[in-house]
């Protein structure tokens, strides 16, 4: 079975541009998490799918990120325009049920903004 | 709010060394569960463990052990006879019921401990 994928794996981006960053969740899982890991500190929830809907965006951190789930498969999270702080890792999971089960991450997309 | 505070940022020891990852949590929920994750140098965050709130033994799992204590809100995980292959970054983390009344949960991290193993 297939982890989560994410791509690209690294995004070298400059400020004011906009960036698209992809999921894909394990085949099945209707649960599609995206967090980001900005400077080493700790991961932050962004905001989680349950099949195409957004169930929770309480933490996009403002109204230039955009994330979607067309069709309830893969996601995009895009970042317009970018700012220098928007630089870190994000990180996307998924998991099979809804409630305290475990989220299997994918590898991250590491993003820089210059 | 929750809070998952991991005080150790770096632990270096040698091969065979056992070594122990501290994790103190904060929450107001009475249900919740406590995860741990190991991200090695590829990226991906790799999921090693879940406990809930109502079960406090102590859980053993080849080399890894994880001592659960809710009266000092602690989630202790330890590395027996360590290996090089153990180094990598590893989170605890809090589960957290959605805002709103929505299903499902998200999880509260810590900031992550780096380990490293040396031969």
């Known amino acids: 079975e297939a982890g989560v994928t994410q791509f690209p794996s690294h995004s070298v981006i400059e400020k004011g541009q906009t960036v698209t960053l992809r999921c894909d969740p394990i085949s099945g899982h209707d649960n599609l998490y995206w967090y980001r890991r900005v400077m080493g500190k700790e991961i932050k929830f962004l905001l989680h799918f349950v099949k195409e809907s957004k169930q929770d965006e309480s933490g996009m951190p403002n109204n230039r990120f955009l994330a979607e789930r067309t069709g309830g498969t893969y996601s995009t999270l895009k970042v317009q325009p970018a700012e220098l702080e928007d630089s870190g890792v994000y990180f996307c999971a998924s998991s099979h049920w809804v409630g305290f089960y475990e989220q299997y991450f994918g590898p991250g997309t590491r993003l820089t903004v210059t | 709010a929750q809070k998952v505070t991991q005080a150790q940022t770096e632990i270096s020891v040698v091969e065979k060394e056992d070594v122990t990852l501290d994790c103190v949590y904060e929450t107001r929920d009475t249900t919740y569960y406590l995860f741990w994750y190991k991200q090695p140098p590829s990226g991906e965050l790799v999921f090693l463990i879940r406990?809930?709130?109502?079960?406090?033994q102590n859980e053993i799992s080849g080399r890894y052990s994880w001592n659960f204590q809710k009266s000092t809100s602690s989630f202790n995980f330890t590395i027996t006879a360590s290996q090089v292959v153990d180094s990598a970054v590893y989170f605890c983390a809090l589960s957290e019921a959605l805002s709103g009344g929505a299903s499902g949960s998200r999880l509260t991290f810590g900031e992550g401990t780096q380990l490293t193993v040396n031969p």
């Open positions: 406990r809930n709130s109502f079960d406090e």
